[in-house]
C-alpha cells in the first residue's frame, strides 16, 4: 500500500522568507505526484502536479517541486513567501495505471506567514 | 466549466440517527467520484470511489456507505450515526481514465455527532 509522509506539521515563516515543504511516498512504480493547498475557508485546490518529464514542476502562485525518484520525494519551494500563502498543503500521490485517481495524501503541513 | 456541489455545508446530528449528504458534479460526464474524510493532523482518507453509475468501492471498513443513483451524483449515507463519524467529508471528481489528471474538490460537509 501507499504511504505518504509530510515532515513538517506546522511551519512558521516571515514574509520573504523561502519555503520548503518535504514530503516522501512510498511506492515501488509509477505515481503521478500532488500538492493542494487549503486556504482558510476555501476547499482544496491543486498547486502542481507531475506525472512525467521535466521532474521541476512549476505551479500557480509561484510555486514549484522538485520529483526526486531516487529518494521518493517531492519537495514543494517558493523562493519568496507572502502573508497570502498562509494556508495548509497536502501532498498526494496516485499509483498511476488503473489506480482509477484514488490519491493517498500525507498528513499535510500548516503553513503561517507573519507579517 | 465544471463545477462541484456538496451540501449541507454544516451538520450537527445525534448518535444513532440516519446521514445523507450529496455530492452533484456539472459540466462534465462519466466522471469518477470520490468521498474523503479529512481529520485535523491527518490529511485526507480516501472512503469510498466510484468509476460508474452503482459502481462503488470502499476503501476502509466503517460505519458508511455510498451511492451513486446518478452519473453524476455521490451521496454519503449511515442508517445510525456514531461518535466516530464526526469529521469533514470532502467529495471530489477527476476525470476517468485519465490517473495522472487532478481531483477537484467540493467545499465540503462538517459533520458533529452528538
Known amino acids: 500500500a501507499q504511504s505518504v509522509s509530510q515532515h513538517n506539521h506546522h511551519v512558521i515563516l516571515s514574509e520573504a522568507a523561502s519555503l520548503e515543504l518535504g514530503c516522501n511516498y512510498s511506492y515501488g512504480g509509477t505515481v503521478n505526484l500532488f500538492w493542494y493547498v487549503q486556504y482558510p475557508g476555501q476547499h482544496l485546490q491543486l498547486l502542481l502536479k507531475y506525472f512525467s518529464g521535466d521532474p521541476l514542476v512549476k505551479g500557480i502562485k509561484g510555486f514549484e517541486a522538485e520529483f526526486i525518484k531516487s529518494k521518493f520525494s517531492f519537495n514543494l519551494r517558493k523562493p519568496s513567501v507572502q502573508w497570502s500563502d498562509t494556508a495548509e498543503y497536502f501532498c498526494a500521490v496516485n499509483a498511476g495505471g488503473t489506480s482509477y485517481g484514488k490519491l493517498t495524501f500525507g498528513q499535510g503541513t500548516i503553513l503561517t506567514v507573519h507579517p | 466549466s465544471q463545477t462541484i456541489h456538496q451540501w449541507p455545508a454544516t451538520l450537527v446530528q445525534p448518535v444513532g440517527s440516519p446521514l445523507s449528504l450529496e455530492c452533484t458534479v456539472e459540466?462534465?460526464?462519466?466522471?469518477?467520484l470520490y468521498w474523503y474524510r479529512q481529520a485535523a493532523g491527518r490529511g485526507l482518507q480516501l472512503l469510498f470511489y466510484?468509476?460508474?453509475?452503482?459502481?462503488i468501492s470502499s476503501e476502509v471498513p466503517q460505519n458508511l456507505s455510498a451511492s451513486r443513483p446518478q452519473d453524476r451524483q455521490f451521496i454519503l449515507s449511515s442508517k445510525k450515526l456514531l461518535l466516530s463519524d464526526s469529521g469533514f467529508y470532502l467529495c471530489a471528481w477527476s476525470i476517468r481514465g485519465r490517473s495522472n489528471q487532478p481531483q477537484h474538490f467540493g467545499d465540503g460537509t462538517r459533520l458533529s455527532i452528538l
Open positions: 459540466g462534465t460526464s462519466n466522471p469518477n
Open positions: 466510484s468509476v460508474g453509475i452503482g459502481q
